[in-house]
Each structure stands twice: as C-alpha cells, then as structure tokens.
C-alpha cells in the first residue's frame, strides 16, 4: 500500500503586485503550477490512494479560475488513476464561515473524490482493505469531536487531518499564527494507525512515527520567512509531497520545484554605519547573491539603524530593487526598540503600520510573551493585509 | 450522698505504714474489692481516694509445716477443725486527698467503695465535667462492687491544647484497639464541646477491611446499649464518612475492600499525579538514604520544570512543558541524550551529576510504575478535600492494598497537607483526629530515621498547637519509637502480652497490675491521662459501626469487575442515573487507555451532565462509508490554458 500525502496548495492565494502575462497575479500561478508538478509526479508514480489533507484552496471563495485550474487537476489525476481513491478534506482557509456559503470542495465529488468538509467521514474502501478517517477543520472545532482513534477491520488504518499538533510550532509562534484547530499528540492516538497524514503546518515534518506533515507545495503562509527559519533548522530545502509505503515504513519526499526562489539575506548589522556605509554593505548582500534578486522573493533584515541613517538612505536604489524582485522586503530595524519597515516608510510617521507598531510596542503584555516576537507578529499581518486584500 | 457501708479499714503498721501516696486496707473475706477497684477513705474532715494496686491474703498459721500436720499428712482431709484467724489486704495508691495541703499520710479510717460523685472526685473529673463549658469525653465505665460510673478524658489534654494524642497497645485481637478508637471517635463526636470548634477526623486504613464500614450499624446487645445510655452517647454509625481508596492496576476498579457497589456513593478514587509525588519525593529517597544532591535535583525539578515552560536549547528548541510522569521520562531522556552526546567529560548537567540524576529518575519511575493505581499519568488528581473539611466527618484514606512505599507517600503527603491547612486555617475545621494504626511500622523504635517517622514525631510534637492529634495504635508500644507514643498525652492499654509486660516501659505498673493487664478481658482497658493520677481501669461497649466480618458478608467486595462495568460504576457515583448498558454501549472497542483518560477528565471537570460529557471526550464515532464502485471519470478536451504557468 502506497500513499501520495499533498497538503496546503493554497490555489488561488494572492501575493505581492506582479502578474504574469495571461494577466493572473504571479503567486497565484506559482502556486498552480507547483500543484500542477504535484499532480504529474503523483500519476507517474502510480500510489494506491491519494490523500490532499487540506487547504486546496486559500480562500472560502476561490477564483473561477483557480476552481476549473482545481477540477482540471483532479480530473487528470481520477482518469489516471483510476483504482485509486482521492481523499480530500477541507483546511481552516477552504472551511465555510457559515454553511450557507456552501463548500466548493464538494464539486469534485462529481469526479469520484471522496470529500469531507465539514464533519469527520469515514471511507472505507475494501478492495484495497484501507479505511480512511478524513477529519476536516471543521470537524476539530465544531461541537463534539469525532474519536481520532482506528475503527473496523480494515488491515490499513489511515487519518487525514488538518490541524495544528499542540506543541509543534515554537513559543514565539503560537498555534494562532496559522488559525488551525489544536490537536495533541495524545489526541492522536499515535498507536494503531498505519499513517496519518496531516496538513496545516508547510514545513514537511514528522510529528511521531507514521506521522507527518507533508509541508505545502509553495511558500504560502503568513510567515514565509519563520517556515524559511524552520527549514533551514531541518536542513530542508523547498517544498514536497510524501509519498508513504505503509508496508515498508519507507517515506519517499518528492520534491516541488518552485516557481522562484524565497532568499532570506545574510542580516546587516548597521551599528557604526553612516548611510552611505550602509547603502553599500546592502548592496553588496545584494550583489552577492548567484543570479542576482530577479523575480525572486528576498528580504534583507538590517539591525542596528538609527532613525536619521533609514531616512538618509538610498531610496531610489531601494526602489530599484524592488522592482527588480518580484518581492524585496527591506526589514530595518532600530536600536533597543524593535522597529520593522518595509521600503518607503522611513520618515512618514502615523501610518497604519506605524500606529499598530507603536501600540503593540507599548500595550501591558502577560510576562510569558515575547515583546519582539509579538510585535513582529502584529506588523506581519498588517504587511500581509495591506498587500493582499483578497487573501483569507 | 448516701455513705455506703465501709467494706474495709486501713491498717498501717511499722513495716506497712500509710504514706500520703500509698496505703493499705483490710476487708472481709468476702469482698467486691478487686485490683484497679476506686475506694474511699474518710476520717476527721479529710477524704482520700485510692485505687487498688495489689492485694495479699494470709491466715495465722505460722509455717506451711502447720498446715501439714494440722490435716495428718492428707490433703483430702476436711478443712481445719478450728477456722483459723485470715486476712484480705489490699495495697492502694492514692489519688487523690481533700483537702489537698498540707499533704499527710492516709488516716487510718473505714474504707468504703466509690460511689458515681466519688469516682469524679477521685479522678479530678470534677474540674472539667458538670459545669458551664465542660470538656469531659466519655470514654467507658468505671465497674466495681455493682457499681458503674462514667469516666471523662477532658478534650483540652486529648485533642489540645494542653496536651493531645492517645496511643493505644496490646495483642491482637484482644485487646480491641481498633474498636476502642472507633468507640471514642464516636464519643467525640457526639460530646465535643461546641465552645470547642469543630473536629474532623482522617483514618487510615493499613488492614483489609478494618475500617470499611464506619457507615453502617452495628448489632449491639441490650447490655451494650444500656452502657451507651450511661455514657449519655448514642448507638449509632457515623453519618459523614467519605472514603478514598487508590485504583487496582486497572485503573478503574478501586484497591479496597468496600468495593460493594451500595456503599460506591462515599466511595472514591485517591490519584496523584506528577505534581502531588514531586511535593513529597524526599519520602521516596531517604529509604535509600539518598544525599543532598538528589534533593538539590529534586528542588530543581519541582521549581523550575514541572508545570511550567522550561527552556534549554542545549537540550531541545521547543521548551519543555512537564505535566505527567510521561513528560518528565521525555525530559529525562533528552538530557540524557546530550550528556551521551558530550562524550567524555560529560557526567554533569546543569552542576547536576547524571549518577545523581539517574537514581532521581529510577526513584520517580518506580513509584508511577510500582503504584499504577495511585499514581496517574496524564497529570489529573483525585484527592482529599482540603479546605474543605466539614464538622463531625470522617476520612477514611485506604491505603492496605498499596506497597510500603506509597502508603509511606500518602501518609506524608496527606499529613503534611492537614498540618498547611491547619496553620493556615482554611482546612474547613479547627481540629483533626489522624488514625494511625499499626503505628510501629510508621514510627519503629528501631530502623531507619524515614521521612515518614519523622513526620509523625514532628505532629506528636507540634500537632497540638494547631489543632492536629495522633490517634495511633500497635501491639507492641516498645516497638515505637520512645518519643512518639511518650508525647501521647492519654495511652491505653488493652489485653498486653506478658513478654511485653516485661519490658522496661511498664516497670512502674505493681506485679498485680501487670497480671490484671495480661488476661484483660475484650472491652476493657487501662487509661493513663493527665487528671488521673494512676491508670484507671474501664470497661467500654463495642463501637455502634458494623464489624468487618459483617461487613464482608453483607457487602462482598465486588471482585474482578469487568472493565466496562467498573467504568459505569464509577460514572454512577456523579450520576447515579448512568445506565450500564449506556456506558457499555460507548465503551464498546475503545482503547481502556482513551477511557480511563475520559473518566479522568470527567471526575475532574464534574460537568453537570457527566454522560454526555464523558461521551465527548471519548468522542463520536465515525459511521464508515463502504466505496465498492467509482464514480466514472468524465474526460475533458480542452487544455490547462496558461493559469498555472
Ligand atoms: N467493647 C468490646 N467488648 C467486647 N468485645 C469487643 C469490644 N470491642 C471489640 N470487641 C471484639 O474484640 C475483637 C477484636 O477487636 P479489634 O479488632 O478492635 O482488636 P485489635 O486490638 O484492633 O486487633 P488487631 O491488633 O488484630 O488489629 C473483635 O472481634 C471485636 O468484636
Ligand atoms: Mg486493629
């Protein structure tokens, strides 16, 4: 028994200004595409099932687009594979606010995937002796919760979950950053499941054994540079499916090449810097990296800079660069108090970003958290908000 | 007051004179006079009261030789032709006199047997019984000659402040320890002064079903009730008795002898997790006489880890969050993984040796492992109502069924936890009675200085000053230690062994004394209390709670429970309308573990429909859909468009 696990592709998430030719926003192709080379790698490796543990799309309503873009993909993948049962069950993005806005998860059943979007479902499927618990957000945080436990006889006993397991993310960024329902490990009952494949977290990961998180297909969270971070803790490099072999144990990562690179830069630490100093060492990070920012999506992280340096600094070079990138985030931040901008705020005061900062830098806080890291939280979303207006 | 006909004279000759503590008396051949028998001697204005202590009688024959040629050689010849001149002499030590000063010997005067006035008199209970405020306990009769008068102990010097603590001895079986302290539980709760406050009392129970059945009448004769009567109490079983008993191995059938489902309402699971073992560790180390290291871990365990974040990215980059016994294996185990990684050089942690932390390890391992029952895992406590203590309840803390060890945790635990409460006053009463039997386990004269001994010395020590009193009980009282049964303000003794007898502890007791002691009879015993001036014998009737023998046939412990019943039952002491077929029903192919953690939540979060509840932590079911055929895949022509790319 062999299992293809897909989670968080995010179709149709909106972010940053670039579109593409045909006139979509450029991320949203990205993340098509990346879905797309999943779907191909998948049929060619012919699994016995197929599990998408959710977050197909990134929003309740999806562009017509991104929905035909979706049902084309599973169409391919049934006809393909046409023995092999589809799991698919809805994320916190792709879950309905109400059920009257009905779920666009459900159309796919008319290509014979199996769907759970709102409450926990069962599928049994006894030609392959497997059954598979399919619990979508919904199911976690809505009323009583079904038993996350093994049921029937079936010799292959799977879950597919979209969640956050208690305990997983870092303090400094807590479950809410995602939105997920909370699970613990205990609530998972690790004995007696062949596999469970999760979905919610983006950096792939093993959460016990035959436990994981597949990761998403593209960087598509809120905090693309903390799922950087914790890659880079992983010694991962971009983005992949699993393939599961229940009989052997085996995990197979198939990687997704992306669209384009996401670059964190080496920090700069401006202590000492005069502006002109500081225009320099930021263009040398710049200069340093292979193939130059061209399209790519980097941010730079400059430490230690007094308010008159950021004011003095080049602004028609910071331009350029952004333009260059298809996202260039100059992250500037001051001595003592943690200060951090995008390009073109430096010297406008009383901008909403700006407001929200200097609240949140300034509201009584419980002692276990940490100021900086809430901060920085509070100006993220803020950045992504402003930038994104249609994401969810 | 009617003066009753002298029965005797003193008599004190050069060699037996009358001190003003001792005298002796004679009587008639015939005569109620008997050893511990109170009397009464009163000549010129002055009253002295005495208890027998010894007693001779001898004839005028000048040798045993007399004797012989008086009958011809044969002993089956009729007695003296002449009856010989013969006397009953009798040594008291006295009381009490009155006037008490100026202090003189015992006048030589008619002796007369001690009426009901004369007995409160002679044992000073004058000064706190019969009055506004009186503090008088009854705690038997005193019986001689017909007659039969109540004796007190006065609560100020049983339950405190003047003194506090009773320790009762002798054989078992026999000498009705057990139902003695049941007796005088009893009595105390019927006659504790109001002035007084209020008085709860915990028991432990160390042996099978001893204790198991304070909640149920006794069969008790007519005599028995007559002498209840006299004592002004009431026959009747105590009305407030909670019992906790940890769980079997299986972790829901509870490891007690009142395991019959009728008496399951007042019956409840004892838990600790993580946390309550932590607080009380030291009790599981200084059995092996573990050093200040491991305490020192120990601090740091309970101060730094348990119950909060601990961070240490040397360790791991999540931070530790230990909760249960689980947890804190996890934490074990990372150090131990970073100290192997260390390589050479590698023996400490944190100024901690990993020896130092291995043996605290394997001692808190044990204790979870060795007493599944008492100790949880997933971090939820089922325990004694601290602060929550109420009036004339009893506690009944059952702990016969566990190892040494964790009776010894409980103990302390328990104690400990009455002594803050009680410093603090919010325990919900002001006095605590602690029953302890088998005290020389507890507290042996010989052995080890354990934490447990320790405990118990402190509270013979200091308990009295808050209100917390030691009721302890044993066999033999020179197998505990000196300090702990001599702090005692009250002892009882009952039917004692001869050996026993001999020893050093009862040389002051007179040979006749110690030969009443060794073939006491059941119900009756010696008292030592402050008003006393010398042990007084009294008589007692049998506690008004159900015997454990009977107990038994009528309550059969209900052994071996299935898993699901015994979950039911548990479920029906929130809610008593739980039906077992419900419970088997949800129970039905579920992990015990996920059930036990459901029922853990449950008794935790005493929701208002425990059902209901209990059901959602289990969680619901999920139907399967059987999917035998599939649904045709229509084919699409046209192409992907330039969306994706
Ligand atoms: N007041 C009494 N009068 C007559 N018999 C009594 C009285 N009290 C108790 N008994 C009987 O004496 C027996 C022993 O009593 P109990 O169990 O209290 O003794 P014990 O000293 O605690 O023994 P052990 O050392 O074995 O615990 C019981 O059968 C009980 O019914
Ligand atoms: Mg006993």
């Keep these: 028994m062999r299992l293809a696990h897909i989670a968080d592709p995010h179709l149709g998430i909106r972010q940053y200004h670039r579109q593409t030719s045909a006139g979509v926003n450029q991320r949203e192709a990205d993340v098509a595409a990346a879905f797309r080379t999943a779907v191909d790698d998948v049929i060619g490796q012919r699994p016995d099932a197929v599990l998408i543990a959710g977050d ?116 400094d960024r807590s479950g809410e950053e995602y939105g997920g329902a909370v699970v613990t490990l205990r609530d998972l009952g690790g004995e007696g499941w062949s596999y469970v494949a999760l979905g919610h977290y983006h950096v792939q990961h093993e959460v016990a054994p035959r436990i994981w998180y597949a990761g998403a297909l593209e960087y598509a969270s809120s905090n693309l540079w903390g799922e950087l971070v914790d890659e880079r803790r992983k010694g991962q490099a971009g983005k992949a499916w699993l393939l599961a072999d229940l009989a052997t144990g085996r995990m197979e990562r198939r990687p997704v090449r992306q669209g384009r690179p996401v670059v964190d830069l080496e920090p700069v630490v401006a202590e000492g810097l005069n502006a002109a100093a500081l225009n320099g060492r930021i263009a040398e990070r710049i200069g340093r990296l292979p193939g130059g920012i061209a399209d790519k999506i980097v941010r730079l992280c400059v430490r230690e800079v007094p308010r008159h340096v950021s004011r003095e600094l080049d602004h028609a070079a910071i331009r350029r660069y952004k333009a260059e990138a298809l996202h260039f985030h100059l992250d500037l931040r001051r001595p003592e108090i943690t200060r951090e901008t995008g390009v073109g705020t430096p010297g406008r005061r009383q901008t909403l970003p700006d407001l929200v900062r200097h609240f949140l830098a300034h509201r009584p806080l419980p002692a276990e958290l940490d100021r900086d890291a809430f901060v920085r939280l509070g100006t993220d979303l803020i950045d992504a908000v402003e930038r994104d207006p249609a994401g969810g | 007051m009617i003066a009753l006909r002298p029965i005797g004279r003193v008599v004190a000759t050069e060699l037996k004179p009358s001190t003003p503590h001792q005298f002796y008396f004679w009587t008639a051949r015939d005569t109620p006079v008997g050893i511990g028998a109170i009397v009464r001697v009163e000549e010129a204005g002055r009253v002295v009261f005495g208890v027998v202590t010894d007693a001779v009688a001898y004839s005028d024959m000048m040798t045993p030789m007399h004797a012989v040629l008086g009958a011809d050689g044969d002993p089956g010849a009729m007695d003296d032709p002449t009856r010989r001149a013969e006397i009953r002499l009798f040594s008291a030590s006295v009381l009490r006199q009155m006037p008490e000063e100026p202090l003189q010997p015992v006048p030589i005067g008619p002796v007369r047997l001690a009426s009901d006035d004369d007995v409160r008199l002679a044992l000073r209970m004058d000064a706190y019984t019969g009055r506004d405020r009186a503090t008088g306990i009854p705690v038997g009769v005193y019986a001689a000659g017909g007659l039969e008068s109540p004796v007190y102990l006065d609560c100020d010097f049983l339950l405190g402040p003047e003194a506090a603590h009773l320790n009762i001895t002798g054989v078992s079986g026999l000498a009705t320890k057990t139902s003695a302290v049941e007796f005088l539980l009893t009595s105390i709760f019927q006659t504790f002064p109001v002035h007084k406050g209020s008085v709860a009392a915990v028991c432990f129970n160390v042996k099978g079903p001893d204790l198991c059945f304070l909640d149920q009448p006794a069969v008790l004769s007519d005599e028995e009730r007559r002498l209840y009567a006299r004592l002004g109490l009431t026959p009747t079983p105590f009305t407030d008795v909670h019992y906790y008993a940890p769980f079997k191995s299986d972790g829901v059938n509870l490891n007690t002898l009142r395991s019959h489902e009728a008496l399951a309402a007042n019956t409840r699971p004892l838990v600790w997790g993580l946390r309550e073992v932590l607080d009380y560790a030291e009790v599981l180390l200084n059995r092996d006489d ?101 009036d004339r309840n009893v506690y009944v803390v059952d702990v016969a069924g566990l190892d040494p060890l964790a009776q010894d945790l409980v103990f302390a635990r328990a ?231």
């Design chain 2, 415 to 645: 104690v400990s936890r009455l002594r803050e409460h009680l410093e603090r006053r919010d325990l919900g009463v002001d006095h605590v009675v602690v029953f302890v039997d088998e005290l020389n386990k507890y507290a042996s004269a010989d052995g080890s200085d354990t934490y447990v001994r320790k405990m118990l010395l402190d509270l013979s020590e200091r308990g009295r000053y808050l209100g917390l009193v030691l009721f302890s009980a044993q066999q033999f009282r020179s197998q505990v230690h000196r300090r702990v049964v001599g702090n005692a303000g009250t002892a009882i003794y009952g039917r004692m062994d001869m050996d026993e007898l001999a020893t050093p502890g009862y040389a002051t007791l007179s040979p006749a004394t110690k030969i009443k002691l060794a073939t006491l009879p059941k119900g009756e015993l010696m008292i030592r209390h402050p008003h006393f001036t010398q042990p007084i014998f009294v008589k007692f009737p049998r506690p008004p709670v159900m015997t454990s023998r009977e107990g038994l046939d009528r309550f059969p412990p209900a052994t071996g429970l299935s898993f699901p019943d015994a979950v039911a039952r548990q479920l029906r002491t929130f809610d008593r309308h739980i039906s077992t077929d419900g419970v088997h029903a949800l129970v039905e192919g579920r992990a015990e573990p996920d059930v036990l953690r459901a029922l853990a939540a449950t008794r935790r979060e005493r929701p208002a429909d425990p059902f209901a509840f209990f059901s959602a932590c289990l969680g619901r079911r999920v139907t399967p859909e059987a999917l035998t055929t599939r649904r045709p895949v229509p084919s699409i022509r046209h192409a992907d468009g330039d969306y994706g790319s």
């Design chain 2, 290 to 390: 573990v050093d200040a290291k491991a305490d020192a871990f120990i601090d740091f365990l309970g101060e730094r880890v348990v119950g909060r974040d601990y961070r240490d990215d040397t360790l791991r980059t999540k931070p530790f969050n230990v909760q249960t016994f689980a947890d804190l294996e996890e934490f074990f185990r990372a150090i131990f993984d970073f100290v192997e990684a260390m390589g050479k050089g590698g023996e400490v942690w944190r100024t901690h040796h990993v020896a130092t932390i291995r043996k605290v390890r394997n001692r808190l391992s044990n204790i979870s492992t060795r007493s599944k029952g008492l100790v949880t895992d997933d971090g939820t406590a089922s325990d004694l109502p601290w602060g929550g203590f109420a």
């Design chain 1, 56 to 171: 197909l799309f990134h929003s309740v309503r999806p562009t017509n687009a991104a929905i035909v873009f979706a049902f084309r993909q599973f169409q391919r993948l049934r006809e393909a594979l046409p023995g092999a049962p589809v799991v698919l069950i809805a994320g916190n993005h792709d879950t309905p606010r109400s059920t009257e806005t009905g779920c666009i998860l459900r159309l796919f059943e008319e290509l014979g995937v199996d769907v759970a979007a709102e409450a926990a479902r069962r599928f049994v499927y006894p030609a392959l002796d497997l059954s598979v618990l399919a619990v979508p957000h919904q199911a976690l945080v809505g009323g009583e919760r079904p038993a996350l436990r093994p049921q029937g006889p079936e010799r292959h006993q799977v879950m597919v979950l979209h969640g956050e397991v208690e305990g997983l993310l870092p303090a």
